[in-house]
């Protein structure tokens, strides 16, 4: 299968990491329409210095699992503004990559690279470009809305709920029970990680026309005053007084009042709290819909790891959609052809 991607011009492989396993995510190697031979690497971990370094590390987002925490400190890193000051909140250092923006264009190594949406964090973005033959790439990251995304010919994409035989994998956001807790209570705590989903619970209850104050913890309200636009009147626990809606780290929920109803925000079942379903994802059958959307020549799953990437791939393979997962791309480059 790795033969179709070497006719339209592409090597994927992965990297080894210093203990000979290999390094997490993948690398594409494809000449530019200058005919140079350039490599990108996909959310993976930085090389260390004294290895030749790959032209670009591409950051879908800042999510710690697509190692922007590592790769921010390259200056070949590249991702959207909103990513670089997620990653610089996240881990207090200094982004030393290239920034764009979520719907742009922009030239590096020679190759013009645009970004799209995918909803899916704010600042998460799908990197395009095309190579020296005209093959069209289109590396998603995660992804909860694909409706911004381009056509193309090879998809890099995710399977964080592709599993087609897993229950977990299908899922619907309950809107209707968000908007009837709040109509409930009036002291109400949402368990909702800090960056991401804390996002998307405020940008939700305001969308439900809640307009008062909202009281969140240091860093969740640090990422939401600098992502979102129009968050509305977010302070930090405790400055509205309590009695009001809060939005903290689901671990944080137990040292909240006991009067307090609390609610996580997720469609595990192993909280101590009642969960509401609200995902940053798509599930199994938007994943496939999105592929089917895009309509690519060949798929490569390359996240997350586990067995959900070859899961997802044999189950496009039974729609007769060309696909292969992470784990079946053993071809390593060593850094001499780097
Ligand atoms: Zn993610």
Redesign the pocket.
């Known amino acids: 299968m790795l033969r179709k991607l070497i006719d339209m011009g592409i090597l994927a492989f992965r990297q080894t990491n210093s203990r000979g396993g290999f390094k997490p995510h993948l690398s594409l190697r494809f000449m530019s329409d200058e005919g140079k031979p350039v490599t990108f690497s996909i959310d993976t971990t930085r090389s260390p210095n004294k290895c030749l370094q790959p032209d670009v590390y591409l950051i879908t987002?800042a999510?710690s699992?697509?190692n922007g925490k590592s790769a921010m400190l390259s200056e070949h890193s590249l991702c959207s503004d909103k990513t670089a000051k997620a990653l610089e909140i996240r881990y207090g250092k200094a982004y030393k990559g290239i920034t764009m923006g979520v719907s742009d264009s922009i030239e590096v190594a020679g190759v013009t690279v645009q970004t799209f949406p995918t909803g899916?964090?704010p600042g998460s973005t799908a990197f395009y470009w095309e190579n020296e033959v005209g093959t069209r790439i289109l590396v998603t990251g995660?992804v909860k809305d694909y409706s911004m995304l381009p056509k193309c010919d090879v998809l890099i994409t995710e399977a964080n709920y592709g599993d087609p035989g897993d229950t977990t994998c299908y899922f619907e956001d309950d809107i209707e029970g968000l908007e009837q807790l709040l109509r409930d209570n009036s002291c109400v705590a949402l368990g909702a990680y800090a960056f991401?989903k804390a996002q998307r619970v405020v940008e939700l209850v305001r969308s439900l026309g809640y307009g008062d104050v909202i009281e969140m913890e240091a860093q969740s309200l640090e990422l939401t005053r600098c992502m979102l636009e129009n968050a509305g009147n977010v302070v930090g626990l405790g400055e509205a007084g309590g009695n009001t809606l809060c939005v903290v780290p689901p671990w944080d929920l137990d040292r909240l009042s006991w009067h307090t109803s609390k609610y996580v925000m997720s469609g595990r079942s192993d909280f101590r709290y009642p969960s509401i379903q609200i995902s940053?994802h798509l599930d199994v059958r938007g994943l496939t819909d999105m592929v089917r959307w895009i309509n690519p020549e060949f798929t490569v799953v390359y996240h997350p790891g586990g067995h959900r990437p070859g899961k997802f791939a044999a189950h496009l393979n039974c729609l007769g959609l060309d696909a292969i997962s992470i784990d079946k791309i053993t071809n390593v480059l060593s850094n001499d052809f780097i």
Do not use: A, L, S
């Open positions: 987002h999510h699992d697509h899916h964090t995660d991401g940053d």
